[in-house]
């Protein structure tokens, strides 16, 4: 039976196949007889930026040229930057610190700042620099005050902010490195009726803004015993912690951002400067 069924199917295949063959010459003859080729269709697309072409990408950052002017025997460069990828301080495994106090101005401070330039002229090169990663000026002095004709504008150095966060132990009676151009300790604890009130000194040296400035600074305090903080002071922070004994060392932890500089020198077209 399995025979005869198999047997019967091949010639169903077959008649099938003869049929379709006779339908093709009768309405095609010799001309529907046609090899078909495959054909491979290929699509052009523009590639995605996120920048336009009169900015300038620098790592997370967008830098927008405004202008070049000339005031009191200088070229003055205006630019502006936009963070298109925030870099912030690194998180903490607890974010939620009652006691986390920032040390420093948080605005204006961007994740690039650009340093050293230098302006391309027909009579030769003028170095320029930014004061520090908060302007947006750059400043060429002219060679007899005088702008000659401008060919094109190269940065040759800027800095970019990386996070990080960490955890440091300071004694009562020691003073301990926090951060490049920090330090900090235990000024003094004064006993209240139903609390301690511990000042912490932040002791800063004179540093470059471009070299050494870690940007904005978050200090938090860790461990038990501790409730809240009266904040930023003239000198540091004053924390409130119970009665019951200080921890020595006591337990801080600090947020924020080293610049790290990057000798990649980036090529500005001269259109971009807008000069009339």
Do not use: C
Request: glycine share 10%.
């Amino acid at each position: 039976m399995t025979r005869r069924r198999l047997a019967l199917a091949f010639a169903g295949l077959v008649v099938g196949a003869g049929a379709a063959l006779a339908v093709l010459l009768a309405f095609g003859g010799e001309e529907a007889a046609v090899t078909t080729e495959a054909t491979t269709t290929t699509t052009t697309t523009t590639a995605a930026t996120w920048v336009d072409a009169d900015e300038v990408a620098l790592g997370p950052t967008v830098m927008v040229i405004e202008g070049l002017t000339v005031e009191g025997g200088e070229a003055v460069l205006s630019y502006a930057l936009f963070d298109i990828n925030p870099v912030v301080p690194g998180s903490l495994r607890e974010p939620d610190d009652l006691t986390s106090v920032g040390l420093t101005r948080l605005s204006e401070e961007a994740a690039v700042a650009p340093e050293a330039w230098t302006l391309i002229t027909a009579e030769g090169e003028i170095p320029g620099t930014t004061s520090s990663p908060r302007a947006r000026t750059a400043r060429f002095e002219l060679p007899g005050g005088v702008l000659p004709q401008v060919l094109g504008l190269r940065l040759d150095r800027w800095w970019m902010r990386l996070p990080y966060s960490y955890e440091a132990l300071v004694p009562l009676n020691a003073v301990v490195a926090l951060d490049v151009g920090y330090s900090v300790a235990v000024g003094r604890v004064l006993e209240q009726t139903d609390s301690k009130i511990v000042q912490v000194n932040l002791i800063t040296s004179g540093f470059s803004a471009t070299t050494a400035d870690p940007g904005v600074l978050f200090l938090a305090v860790r461990g038990e015993g501790w409730s809240f903080t009266s904040g930023r002071t003239s000198t540091g922070l004053q924390l409130v912690h119970d009665l019951t004994p200080l921890p020595d060392p006591i337990l801080f932890a600090a947020r924020s951002a080293y610049w790290v500089a990057f000798d990649r020198p980036v090529l500005i077209d001269a259109g971009v400067l807008r000069l009339e």
